[in-house]
């Protein structure tokens, strides 16, 4: 998540367990959340009040509306990018190494959004673009959402070297911490200057 004003959080808010559930658990959810511009929710009464941890919409039981065939289903292991399952091919990408560039306006504003995800089951960062944060965000079914955790990563890129590189080294840092993202710090192989990993 990245980091915003006072101004763009509603917080204290509250919600009885039937409206949300966390998105890294996807249990159902209940107590207190704040909320950002973006529409986006989280656990706590306000950012410091970690951890905080995404919401998104409960999802309703899975309805079946053909009837299974009486032969048995064919049933494939879900770890690879492409799987098929009931003779019904249903491919689904994973997220690819895709850095954002920063635009003119960007560079002018002097900050600009980087979108990453974690590989729920394990250690493993990626650098990903707009559209596939969005994708996992949306749970998108082209995709294998359920796999991943997008996260938003606010970039300073402009100003005195040594105030853009502790701020960013400190965002990162606080996601890892409140996210309970292991290792996420050293993922950037302390490049908190640069914009591109491979730099």
């Known amino acids: 998540m990245a980091y915003y004003p006072k101004s763009q959080i509603k917080t204290n808010l509250f919600t009885n367990g039937n409206e949300f559930e966390q998105s890294i658990t996807k249990t159902a959810y209940q107590g207190y959340y704040y909320e950002i511009s973006n529409g986006e929710k989280y656990t706590g009464k306000t950012p410091e009040d970690g951890p905080n941890i995404l919401l998104t919409p409960q999802q309703s039981d899975l309805i079946i509306e053909n009837p299974p065939s009486t032969a048995p289903a064919e049933i494939f292991p879900i770890n690879t990018p492409e799987y098929i399952i009931q003779d019904t091919p249903t491919v689904r990408s ?26 729920n089951n394990e250690t493993r960062y990626l650098e990903i673009d707009k559209n596939t944060y969005q994708q996992l965000q949306k749970r998108d ?10 996260i938003i990563v606010l970039w300073i890129i402009q100003g005195n070297q040594t105030q853009v590189y502790n701020s960013n080294k400190a965002t990162v840092q606080a996601i890892e911490t409140n996210a309970k993202w292991n290792g996420f710090t050293q993922y950037f192989q302390d490049k908190f200057l640069k914009y591109y990993l491979g730099s």
């Open 141 to 150: 079914p082209k995709i294998a959402w359920d796999l991943y955790t997008p």
């Open 94 to 119: 994973i997220p690819q190494f895709n850095p954002t560039t920063p635009t003119l306006q960007d560079n002018q504003n002097g900050q600009f959004n980087r979108y990453f995800c974690k590989k």
